[in-house]
């Protein structure tokens, strides 16, 4: 009879992992039955009896929200890879063979990210499996590293300043700091900028809780120098238009320069670190297939490029408050 027992439990063992994994995320029974299609009472029985089983309390019960307990942040990180695996086990073992031909990558990145380093990626991987939807979710910063942790998307693509004890982080390619000016400006063309140089002109920056922001800022009053941002402007698109337009002059990633924009572009190295772009994974995340499929076509296109080098992450980044940028991912 215990022998029919324990098969039972086994029998339903994935059950109970799939509806501890949806409380986990949305830290509510009642949102993580209607994500698996199930009442709230199955899904609160399926959580007691896997408490039961082993032993221990697997949530903190807030009111009408779930946190996980110590032990509980211990079988999510086991589980969750465990659970993929199975939900994802056709697609996986077709493509052990080669077959890859359907499936969905959801994909993290900011706008920056998305226009200057995913499209000649996007461009390989749609062209070689035509058949597998990609979603890409314009996030910044925290939002991108939450979806990131609750998996609401399969890896991001972006610029780490901050490491992360749950985060894993692969460089793939670096950018140089640049000033910008327009044509006519008096540092256009300039040798050797300095800091000095640039303090008495307006400068046109991302919004203030951008990573930018925080890079000049420290840049300068390290240096003991004053600047000026005189406008605030979302997008590195924008930011070139109106340099373009002489409205100010602005430092940037060499990542948005193409090389058809009016302005004039000096290097500020010495200043300023380069910028890695590159795979942002949750620690212990399941990788599906297709995912790891297009990591490797945008880790292969950006080594025919020179790739990230060793350099691609600076030794000492002056910028302990930052998390991701240049806009998050």
């Excluded at 949102?31 to 009442?39: D, N, T, V, Y």
């Excluded at 659970?83 to 994909?107: K, R």
């Excluded at 972006?158 to 910008?180: F, H, K, N, R, W």
Aim: aromatic share 8%; hydrophobic share 40%.
């Amino acid at each position: 009879m215990a022998e029919n027992q324990n098969f039972y439990y086994k029998k339903n063992r994935l059950k109970q992992l799939r509806a501890f994994q949806q409380v986990a995320r949305s830290g509510s029974v009642t949102l993580a039955a209607e994500k698996l299609f199930l009442s709230q009472p199955s899904v609160s029985l399926q959580l007691q009896a896997l408490e039961r089983e082993l032993g221990v309390t697997l949530f903190e019960r807030l009111g009408s929200s779930m946190k996980l307990t110590p032990q509980g942040e211990v079988l999510y990180q086991i589980a969750q890879p465990l659970v993929e695996g199975i939900d994802q086990l056709e697609e996986t073992f077709a493509a052990a063979f080669g077959h890859i031909d359907s499936g969905e990558i959801n994909i993290g990145a900011g706008e920056s990210t998305i226009l200057y380093i995913m499209p000649e990626p996007v461009r390989r991987f749609t062209r070689a499996h035509p058949n597998v939807r990609l979603k890409m979710q314009n996030v910044t910063g925290r939002d991108g590293l939450r979806m990131l942790r609750a998996d609401e998307i399969d890896f991001a693509v972006g610029s780490m300043l901050e490491g992360a004890d749950d985060i894993q982080y692969e460089p793939v390619v670096t950018y140089d700091p640049m000033l910008i000016t327009p044509m006519d400006h008096p540092l256009a063309g300039k040798e050797d900028v300095t800091l000095a140089d640039i303090s008495p002109y307006g400068l046109i920056l991302p919004p203030r809780h951008l990573s930018t922001w925080r890079i000049v800022d420290y840049a300068f009053q390290q240096r003991g120098l004053s600047y000026n941002v005189t406008l605030e402007a979302g997008g590195w698109e924008v930011i070139k238009k109106y340099v373009e337009l002489g409205m100010g002059i602005s430092i940037v990633t060499d990542i948005c320069l193409t090389g058809q924009e009016k302005v004039a572009k000096m290097p500020l190295n010495k200043y300023f670190p380069r910028r890695s772009y590159g795979i942002v994974q949750r620690r212990g995340k399941y990788i599906s297939p297709q995912a790891q499929k297009f990591i490797e076509i945008m880790r292969d296109y950006y080594a025919e490029r020179g790739g990230a080098g060793t350099d691609g992450v600076p030794e000492e980044d002056p910028i302990s408050a930052g998390v991701l940028g240049p806009e998050g991912f």
